[in-house]
């Protein structure tokens, strides 16, 4: 592990480096930054002013943007999304290496919707080692009723720090019509949407309380999600907790998902998905799909599930597609697992409908289900 300390003293940054990191960290190591801007100026580290901060990346051309340079305040209350648009713009626009983009710890910070976009100069480390919290006022959504922070387009990323986003959903779940009869029916924002990125990594932090679906990754390739811990109440409508459409080549790991939908969900388009050592429950369980719904045409192929702990759910491990619709589900491994207090431990519905929309009569045309295995699964006091 590398190590790295910046002492600011006066106007004068030294910068001294031992070793060099090996695999993954070679990219982004671990940074350690003291700060001091003490009037007194006398050379001694207060305390109050010291950032510590974990950053994935060392080399000679590294690049550091805090969002407090930029005017986020980080007390919970200010609307910091301007100061996160000028921070991203810097830290993308920046060339010639590797570039860090730090929310440091011990703050809040108050957002509204945001797409941070790309392509971009440098490889980027996005370091959330604060709190986001999304603001729940549905008018600041109309641009964009379906998202709250966005990624797009941007390759080599990292995200990463330890910190955590909270969406705020209560007011959106009490308007969902699944609670309130009287209430149109309307998709709320994802919390958290990678869409087109490429080489992408997601790892340690906790999404809560999203307005919908807590984390989705779509249209993207060669992605690695790891140490993700996802937390709604059991009855808040349609939070899926990890979301995958039409990505390929995602590896998904060491990750907790309690929500009131999917634990992970896995739609058209996704080829060569591995989840390992999930922890699963409260929720809907681990599925594949739904697939054709509207008489689409959908594919997914090439699923591994291996090592997962689920509990207290409706579902185990199901697949779901809807009648009248095309395509494949195929090789697909459902392995070492272990269910307690599920309802439905094991489950394949190719007559997946919502009843209040349509009928849900029996069609001439199914998605076609190829290459399921079950292997290794332990079911405990399943419940009705």
Request: one cysteine or more.
């Amino acid at each position: 592990m590398a190590l790295l300390r910046h002492f600011l003293l006066s106007s004068t940054i030294v910068i001294i480096s031992f070793a060099a990191c090996s695999s993954y960290f070679q990219e982004f190591p671990l940074i350690t930054t003291y700060v001091d801007d003490d009037d007194d100026d006398d050379g001694t580290l207060s305390s109050k002013n010291l950032i510590k901060q974990n950053t994935c990346g060392l080399s000679s051309s590294l690049q550091i943007f805090n969002v407090s340079d930029y005017g986020a305040k980080g007390d919970g209350k200010t609307d910091d999304t301007q100061a996160f648009e000028k921070a991203w713009e810097a830290v993308c626009s920046s060339g010639g290496g590797e570039a860090v983009f730090v929310a440091p710890q011990d703050n809040i910070y108050l957002l509204k919707p945001i797409r941070f976009s790309g392509p971009c100069k440098s490889k980027i480390s996005f370091q959330i080692s604060g709190v986001l919290i999304a603001s729940n006022n549905p008018s600041d959504y109309s641009k964009d009723p379906g998202h709250w922070l966005v990624f797009a387009k941007v390759q080599q990323l990292v995200v990463n720090g330890g910190g955590t986003l909270d969406g705020k959903g209560t007011i959106w779940w009490e308007n969902s019509c699944k609670r309130n009869k009287n209430k149109p029916c309307k998709d709320a924002p994802t919390a958290l949407t990678f869409a087109n990125c490429e080489d992408l990594i997601v790892e340690n932090l906790k999404i809560r309380n999203a307005q919908q679906i807590h984390i989705s990754f779509q249209d993207s390739v060669n992605v690695t999600a790891s140490g993700l811990i996802v937390a709604s109440p059991e009855d808040s409508p349609n939070t899926d907790g990890i979301h995958v459409t039409n990505t390929q080549n995602i590896k998904i790991s060491s990750s907790i998902a309690a929500a009131g939908d999917d634990c992970i969900s896995i739609v058209d388009g996704s080829r060569n998905v591995e989840a390992t050592n999930i922890t699963c429950g409260p929720g809907h369980g681990i599925s594949i799909g739904s697939l054709g719904a509207g008489k689409s045409k959908d594919i997914v192929s090439g699923v591994m599930v291996n090592g997962a702990k689920i509990s207290g759910t409706t579902n185990g491990v199901r697949i779901k597609t809807w009648p009248g619709g095309s395509g494949i589900a195929s090789n697909i491994t459902f392995q070492n697992i272990e269910m307690d207090n599920v309802t439905n431990p094991i489950i394949i519905d190719q007559n997946y409908c919502d009843k209040k929309k349509m009928s849900c009569k029996q069609m001439d045309s199914a998605v076609q289900i190829s290459n399921v295995s079950y292997l290794a699964v332990r079911i405990f006091h399943a419940r009705r």
